[in-house]
T-cell receptor, first 113, second 113 residues
C-alpha cells in the first residue's frame, strides 16, 4: 500500500546536536511538507517543497533545514540553532490538484535529553 | 492572510449524543475545505473534504460537514457519538492553485460513557 513513512518514531537530541528526521513517500506526490505540532497550537508549517530540488520556508523555518534531492524523500534537520525543538513532527504530501487532501505520516516525537 | 478558527479547544459529549465541532475560515476566494482526525501519537487521517458541488459532504465513520459560504463555516457533525470518536479534530483549508494548507488549532473531543 502507498503511504508516507516517518522515522524514527521517537528521537532524542542532546544539547548542541543536529538531528535528522526521515520522511519517505511512495505515492508519487510532487509536494511534501513538514509541520511542527505543539499542544494547543495545531500544525505549524516549517518547510514545504513543490518539486525536486526546490523548497520554501514556512512560518517557523528558523533552526530547521531541509533537502529535496529525490521526489520520494524530504528529510528535515533540526539544528542546534532551534532552541526549543521538543515537539511532534509531521510530514505530509499531496499530489496533483490543490483540491486534493494531504496525506500524513505517523509522526516523529523529538525530545531533549 | 488566510486563517482557520475552531471554536472550542475541548468539547465533551455523552455517548449517543450529537457531535458538533465548529470551523470558520477567512478567505478572499472560495477555498477547499477538509476535516482530519488525529489519535494520540499518530498522524492525521482525512475524514472528509469539500471542493465543489454539493455543500453537504459525507465522510467516514458517520461524520458529515456543511459548507456555508455566507457564514464562512464548515462545521463537522455526527448524529450519535461513539466512544471511538474520542480524538482531536482539525479543520483545514487550501486555496485554488496554491499547494499550501492552513490548519485550525484543533478541537479535542471527549466522549463520556
Amino acid at each position: 500500500d502507498g503511504g508516507i513513512t516517518q522515522s524514527p518514531k521517537y528521537l532524542f537530541r542532546k544539547e548542541g546536536q543536529n538531528v535528522t528526521l526521515s520522511c519517505e513517500q511512495n505515492l508519487n506526490h510532487d509536494a511534501m511538507y513538514w509541520y511542527r505540532q505543539d499542544p494547543g497550537q495545531g500544525l505549524r508549517l516549517i518547510y514545504y517543497s513543490q518539486i525536486v530540488n526546490d523548497f520554501q520556508k514556512g512560518d517557523i523555518a528558523e533552526g530547521y533545514s531541509v533537502s529535496r534531492e529525490k521526489k520520494e524523500s524530504f528529510p528535515l534537520t533540526v539544528t542546534s540553532a532551534q532552541k526549543n525543538p521538543t515537539a511532534f513532527y509531521l510530514c505530509a504530501s499531496v499530489g496533483g490538484l490543490t483540491s486534493q487532501p494531504q496525506h500524513f505520516g505517523d509522526g516523529t516525537r523529538l525530545s531533549i535529553l | 492572510a488566510q486563517s482557520v478558527t475552531q471554536l472550542g479547544s475541548h468539547v465533551s459529549v455523552s455517548e449517543g449524543a450529537l457531535v458538533l465541532l465548529r470551523c470558520n475560515y477567512s478567505s478572499s476566494v472560495p477555498p477547499y475545505l477538509f476535516w482530519y482526525v488525529q489519535y494520540p501519537n499518530q498522524g492525521l487521517q482525512l475524514l472528509l473534504k469539500y471542493t465543489t458541488g454539493a455543500t453537504l459532504v459525507k465522510g467516514i465513520n458517520g461524520f458529515e460537514a456543511e459548507f456555508k459560504k455566507s457564514e464562512t463555516s464548515f462545521h463537522l457533525t455526527k448524529p450519535s457519538a461513539h466512544m471511538s470518536d474520542a480524538a482531536e479534530y482539525f479543520c483545514a483549508v487550501s486555496l485554488y492553485n496554491f499547494n499550501k494548507f492552513y490548519f485550525g488549532s484543533g478541537t479535542k473531543l471527549n466522549v463520556k460513557p
